[in-house]
């Protein structure tokens, strides 16, 4: 069966494991898969882009419903665009005195500036998102490009749930391969970039300490 949908990864799940009484559990073993790459690494793939406006008077700014992961926020309104560096909450420091941001952070859920904006200025802010598979959401980049990721990765989850199942070293260790696989092939993709130090905050509340993206 071709690994191409989230209701294909289930159905292949199940016969792996020969059960056909897991249904809930195996949405389970998915989701406490993509836990476990969502910690592991960041692909490129799961990074987007939106189109953010500042407010008068305030210096917040909400964050896009999919947000995970800050990766850099620029100033649209001239040419070239204009970085807005990045400080965690716990440097960035407020002044009130209203102009235009230098500074900005993330903080309880929203764009924190280093002061209020003085008017409605607009933004591009790029980030990585969460992309969970759903019912709805049948697929992903991961599951198109390295479909044994998940499959390994929930059956590993259901090796340690399920009693008497002796296959949780071996499906343990078909998981890690894939994801060195994974991380050694889209670490490919940046070593011709300029890369730069950031400081990503997770909505899960994970900080990974210093990563490297390439700033585009």
């Given at each position: 069966m071709a690994l191409d949908t989230y209701t294909n990864l289930q159905s292949a799940i199940a016969d792996w494991l020969n059960r056909s009484d897991l249904t809930s559990q195996i949405v389970d073993f998915i989701s406490l898969a993509e836990g476990k790459m969502t910690i592991l690494f960041a692909l490129k793939s799961d990074e987007n882009?939106?189109?953010?406006?500042?407010?008068?008077?305030?210096?917040?700014?909400?964050?896009?419903?999919?947000?995970?992961?800050?990766?850099?926020?620029?100033?649209?309104?001239w040419s070239p665009r204009r970085e807005i560096l990045y400080r965690p909450?716990?440097?960035l420091g407020y002044s009130n005195v209203s102009t235009y941001p230098s500074f900005w952070g993330v903080d309880n859920g929203k764009i924190a500036f280093d002061c209020n904006a003085s008017g409605v200025y607009q933004l591009l802010f790029r980030y990585r998102s969460q992309n969970s598979l759903s019912v709805s959401n049948q697929s992903n980049w991961i599951l198109d490009n390295y479909p044994q990721v998940y499959l390994y990765g929930a059956l590993a989850q259901a090796a340690v749930f399920l009693p008497g199942e002796d296959r949780l070293q071996t499906f343990q260790g078909l998981f890690d391969e894939a994801m060195i696989l994974v991380q050694t092939h889209e670490g490919q993709h940046d070593q011709m970039a300029i890369l730069r130090t950031d400081y990503p905050i997770s909505r899960r509340g994970i900080n990974t300490a210093a990563n490297f993206y390439s700033g585009v």
């Open positions: 882009e939106a189109t953010l406006s500042t407010v008068t008077g305030s210096r917040y700014v909400s964050l896009p419903w999919d947000y995970d992961l800050p990766i850099g926020l620029w100033y649209t309104l909450v716990e440097q």
